[in-house]
């Protein structure tokens, strides 16, 4: 694992997350981990307790998890095929009172409580923009008012070397992020906090 380097220490859940692409192909994530994952999500906050956040569910073998892979752009497809689950996260956009604000920002919370869990659960999970939301769309029949945004593997972490060297690369790379005096500020925008 490539535990964060923070400035201050926080959760071992949140130090330890990151999304690696090198998956265990022989690897099961069970039924009850998945579960848990899928729980945690559930009881991510969420505007007016509008819980917008929806998933498609699939284990690796199973129809779903050949529908989602099939939707993904082809390099995930080339290293995402080898995780135990495949998820779409979707939203409802509307409901009996009409349009949900914030919906996407509840989505954003489910799947990070969804991330963390799989931390929990001894996995991992990498959240990935590339897929086709339209293929998504008709591959399982979603109604209007429901919108795919964001397809999650999930997984024991495997071997970097069985990526390609460019993935690999940054496989192996240490992990980064801003700086917190560009992340945080006070007093007036650019004042470090």
Known sequence: MKDAETSVPVHDLIRR????????????????????????????????????????????????????????NSGNQSWAHRAGALLIGAVVTENEKGDIPYAEYGLGLASENLVLQAIAEGLVAHQMAGFDPHL??????????????????????????????????????????????????????????
């Open 17 to 72: 997350r990151w999304s690696p692409r090198a998956l265990d192909e022989t690897a099961e994530v069970s039924r009850a981990q998945l579960t848990a994952l899928l729980e945690a999500a559930r009881w991510a906050p969420s505007y007016g307790n509008t819980q917008p956040a929806r998933y498609l569910v699939g284990f690796r073998g199973d129809k779903t998890f050949a529908g989602i892979l099939s939707t993904l």
């Open 136 to 193: 998504v769309r008709r591959e399982f029949d979603l109604p209007d008012e429901v919108s795919p945004l964001v397809a999650i593997a999930v997984g024991t972490p495997g071997d970097p070397a069985q990526l390609d060297e460019r993935r690999r690369d940054r496989e192996l790379a240490p992990r980064r992020r801003l700086p917190l005096s560009e992340f945080a500020f006070t007093d007036r925008w650019g004042q470090s906090f």
